[in-house]
């Protein structure tokens, strides 16, 4: 089933596959735990699944008559995982995915997950200018969904709320760019034009996770392949109309020039090799940071498109 399927179920399965985008996978997992956080939870991330232990948890009774929960977390399919299944009959067994092959054993049980809309980003945005008793502007709510990682949009928000007057779309690009993917800007632009980009890079490593650059730069080239159809189909020499919002002028004239410098095969490539070595990295228990910086050997070599 798809998200909006899951959302109108009354009574949730007690086994429970769920796949697909990692925001909403993370989204979920607290929205489960919220949701039976009375009961009896074991959480198993990764290695530490225990087949003996997880079959244990799932088939005894709790001693305060509570419900049995256990969610498992991994990017792998664990060994006897297909076994767990019929002892989760007076229990509940969530098996949130991070891998690449979906399980089939699950049946019917499952939700899939695709990557957040802007109108999806936008309803969460309430959501959570809600949950925090939040004022934030139209504006401010649009520029960020369109510029930040949604995995960040909790943490943003939740800052944004320790402020007691209307959130504007000034604030929000005072306070929040730090997080902003356009944060790597400067070194995407020195890897797209060609430029040695290692200082930079070195620099960054010194405050960023390694594994966050690879999905930005994702993110920001897709930016860019957009930005070219737009252009093409409109002729305008401007994103205001594409964005919702105006730039500052030098961002908006590098944005453009590095969006029209590309054909769409440079795109197709540059977009499908980054994507491989996001795959091998979310997949790799122990050789992410050497796939990143194979990642990175590749990218120094992108003027031969």
Do not use: C
């Not at 305060?64 to 989760?88: C, E, R």
């Not at 920001?220 to 594409?242: A, P």
């Not at 054909?263 to 796939?291: H, V």
């Amino acid at each position: 089933m798809y998200k909006k399927d899951f959302d109108k179920l009354k009574q949730i399965p007690n086994t429970l596959l769920l796949y697909g985008n990692s925001f909403y996978l993370q989204e979920y997992e607290k929205k489960l735990l919220d949701r039976f956080k009375d009961s009896n939870i074991l959480k198993m991330y990764y290695d530490e699944f225990d087949f003996e232990r997880a079959k244990i948890h799932l088939s005894e009774n709790s001693l305060f008559g509570d419900t049995n929960v256990l969610i498992i977390k991994h990017n792998k399919i664990p060994p006897n995982l297909d076994k767990l299944l019929k002892y989760a009959k007076n229990s509940y067994l969530f098996f949130f995915y991070y891998g690449n092959k979906k399980p089939e054993i699950f049946g019917k049980n499952f939700v899939r997950f695709f990557e957040p809309n802007l109108r999806e980003k936008l309803e969460f945005l309430d959501e959570l200018s809600k949950e925090f008793n939040l004022t934030i502007t139209k504006e401010a709510k649009m520029f960020l969904a369109k510029s930040l990682e949604p995995s960040f949009f909790r943490k943003e928000m939740e800052k944004l709320s320790l402020y007691s007057d209307e959130i504007t779309l000034n604030d929000v690009k005072e306070l929040v760019f730090i997080y902003k993917e356009e944060s790597f800007e400067e070194l995407f632009v020195s890897i797209l034009k060609g430029e040695d980009f290692l200082d930079k890079l070195n620099s960054m490593l010194e405050v960023v996770d390694f594994k966050r650059i690879i999905p930005a730069m994702i993110r920001y080239v897709r930016d860019l392949y957009s930005y070219n159809l737009y252009i093409k189909q409109t002729g305008l020499n401007s994103l205001e109309g594409f964005l919702g919002y105006k730039l500052p002028f030098n961002i908006e004239k590098q944005r453009i020039e590095l969006a029209i410098k590309f054909k769409e095969k440079d795109y197709y490539e540059l977009l499908k090799s980054l994507l491989d070595f996001e795959l091998k990295m979310r997949n790799s228990d122990k050789n992410k940071e050497a796939l990143f910086w194979e990642a990175i050997s590749f990218l120094k070599l992108f003027n031969s498109f």
